[in-house]
Structures are given as C-alpha cells and as structure tokens.
Nanobody
C-alpha cells in the first residue's frame, strides 16, 4: 500500500511563499491531488498532476499563484505557493488520485 509523507508548510506573511512536498513510498507513480481544509469549511480541491506530470489542473481560487510539479526520480510532488493570502490558510493534504490514500497534512498559516 502506497504511503504519502508530507513536508513543508508553516507561518508566512501575506504575499509570501511556501513550498509543500508530498513523497510517495515505492517506485510506482501515481496521479496526485492537493486538497485543503480551513476551520469550519469543507475540504476543497486545490491542484492535481498526472503521474507523468504532463497534465495539471488548478482550482480557480489559486490559479496563477500556485504551481504543482513533480520529480519522478524522487517520487515526490510539490506545491509551490506564491502570493499567499489569509484565505489560503488551511491544512493542506496530498492524496493519491482515485484512491483513499492521504498524506498526514501540513499546516499553512498566513498572517495579514
């Protein structure tokens, strides 16, 4: 069973940047999604990338600010977050596309 281990996150001022990483165990490549959940809100889709990295998709709310990418040599997916806003504060989770396999979550806090 594949496992996802996240790193990154933390506290940043509005307008700042953070990088989240999601490392998958084993050598099999999977499509990976990023989701986030803020207190009192539903978990929402943020971005996705296919297992080859050729196809990406973004939520409208983060378009042109966040970039999803992957390094298949490391079996790791990244979420580069620029221009962070207080509304981006949430716990961010990576997930294997099509499977109920999640990372442990990364807290992102944005101060105004």
């Amino acid at each position: 069973q594949v496992q996802l281990v996240q790193s990154g996150g933390g506290l940043v001022q509005a307008g700042g940047s953070l990088l989240l990483s999601c490392a998958a165990s084993g050598r099999t490549m999977y499509g990976i999604n990023w989701h986030r959940q803020a207190p009192g809100r539903e978990r929402e889709f943020v971005a996705s990338i296919s297992k080859t990295g050729e196809n990406t998709r973004y939520a409208d709310s983060i378009l042109d600010r966040f970039t999803i990418s992957r390094d298949n040599a490391k079996n790791t997916v990244y979420l580069q977050m620029n221009g962070l806003k207080p509304d981006d504060a949430a716990i961010y989770y990576c997930k294997v596309d099509g499977r109920d396999v999640w990372g442990q979550g990364s807290q992102v806090t944005v101060s105004s």
